[in-house]
C-alpha cells in the first residue's frame, strides 16, 4: 500500500441457507449506498435458498452478473426495482478457507450474517469453522470485531436458543428476523428494510431504511 492510501477494510457479509434472501439483499444495498466496502460470502445451502425464492443460480464464475440481478430484485420479487453498482463487493467462495476472511489480519469492520439459519448459529457458537462463513465469524469474535447474527427461523428450540446466548455472551448481536409495523409499512418491502435496517442499526452503519420511533402515537398510519 503506498504512502497516503487508505485501507480498505470492508463489512463481511454472510449469507446463509436460512430462508429470507431478501433480507440480505437490503443489508447489502444498503451498505453499498453508504459507501461502504463489502466482503460477500454466500453459502452452499444458500444458493438453493435463493434459487427457489428468487430463480437466480449464484455461480462462482458469474457472480457480479448474478448478485447485480439478485440485488436489482425486489423483496416482491419484481426485477429490475433498484439500480445497484457492485464494484464495491468482493466475492470469496464459501469452500476458500484460505481466503482473506479467514485470517484475523486481514482488515475488516465486522461481519453481518442475514439470514443466519440455526445450523448456521450452532456452528460459529460451538467454533466449527467448517466453511469461510463459520470461519470468518470465528475470526470476527476472536479479533473483537462487532459480529450480528440476524437469525430467521420459527419456532425456537432450546438448544438453538442455548446456542443464540452463547453467542451474545461472546459478544455478537442477535437480531432475529421479526419485522415491526410502527414505522407505516405499506409493501412487504418495507418490511424487509426494517428488519435490514436493525441489522444495520447493531453494526452502526447508518441508513435510511425505516422510519424511527419518535414516541408519537399513530405516527406509522399517518404515513399510509
Not at 428450540?157 to 446456542?163: A, I, K, P, V
Amino acid at each position: 500500500m503506498n504512502a497516503g492510501e487508505t485501507q480498505r477494510a470492508p463489512w463481511i457479509v454472510g449469507v446463509s441457507g436460512a430462508s429470507g434472501t431478501p433480507y440480505a439483499a437490503a443489508v447489502l444495498r444498503a451498505l453499498l449506498d453508504a459507501g461502504e466496502a463489502v466482503d460477500l460470502v454466500v453459502s452452499r445451502a444458500s444458493r438453493l435458498t435463493l434459487l427457489d425464492e428468487t430463480g437466480i443460480s449464484f455461480r462462482d464464475a458469474h457472480w457480479q452478473e448474478d448478485l447485480r440481478e439478485w440485488l436489482a430484485r425486489g423483496a416482491d420479487g419484481k426485477p429490475g426495482t433498484f439500480d445497484v453498482d457492485v464494484s464495491g463487493v468482493r466475492y470469496w467462495s464459501a469452500g476458500d478457507l484460505a481466503a482473506g476472511p479467514s485470517s484475523g489480519s486481514y482488515p475488516a469492520k465486522g461481519m453481518l450474517i442475514v439470514p443466519a439459519s440455526t445450523a448456521c448459529v450452532a456452528g460459529v457458537a460451538l467454533g466449527l469453522s467448517k466453511d469461510l462463513l463459520q470461519r470468518a465469524a470465528s475470526v470476527t469474535l476472536k479479533e473483537r470485531r462487532p459480529l450480528v447474527v440476524a437469525v430467521r427461523e420459527t419456532p425456537l428450540n432450546g438448544q438453538t436458543l442455548r446456542h443464540l446466548v452463547a453467542l451474545d455472551d461472546a459478544g455478537a448481536g442477535v437480531v432475529p428476523a421479526s419485522p415491526a409495523f410502527y414505522a407505516g409499512a405499506t409493501h412487504i418491502q418495507d418490511l424487509v428494510d426494517f428488519v435490514a435496517g436493525r441489522v444495520l442499526d447493531a453494526a452502526g452503519v447508518g441508513h435510511g431504511l425505516y422510519r424511527r420511533w419518535k414516541g408519537e402515537l399513530g405516527g406509522g398510519s399517518a404515513v399510509r
